[in-house]
């Protein structure tokens, strides 16, 4: 289980971040949830391979458990490091907010089996009018890589 969350997880944290580093630091966090709710609508949809991983197997110590959780700390690391570009308050609270969001989408998705069609982004986006990033800002080149 491990191996093959090594081996999905790059291209997955990849196919949900912006293909290159233009925009300002809310484009590109909203563009995540874009993503969420466009492949939310394939009925192949399973959700976050990373949150499945982590409900499905209930032992804290396993070592997919580390996995899962290493590649979704690098979303709330991208989230945390867009959040400090674009000025918010708190970024480490946000970043934590945003990847609940995410989350809960997600698995609203897999638990319904229907898209979220556009209840994500307008979630985040509520988060990020509340951090303070409602106004767009002038995006610095991001080398942020997820894990």
Known sequence: MSAALERIGPGYNASLLPADDTGTPRERILHVFRVLEEVSTEP??????????????????????????????????????EAEAGGAADPERIARQLTMTFD???AWGVMHGEAVSGQAVEMAEVLLDAAGLGSPVEAEPSDQQLV
């Not at 982590?54 to 989230?79: M, N, Q, W």
């Open 44 to 81: 192949e949809f399973r959700g976050c391979p990373f949150m499945a991983t982590s409900i499905e197997v209930k032992a804290a110590g396993h070592p997919a458990r580390g996995v899962a959780r290493r590649y979704k700390d690098g979303l709330t690391g991208f989230f945390r490091h």
């Open 104 to 106: 809960g989408a997600s």
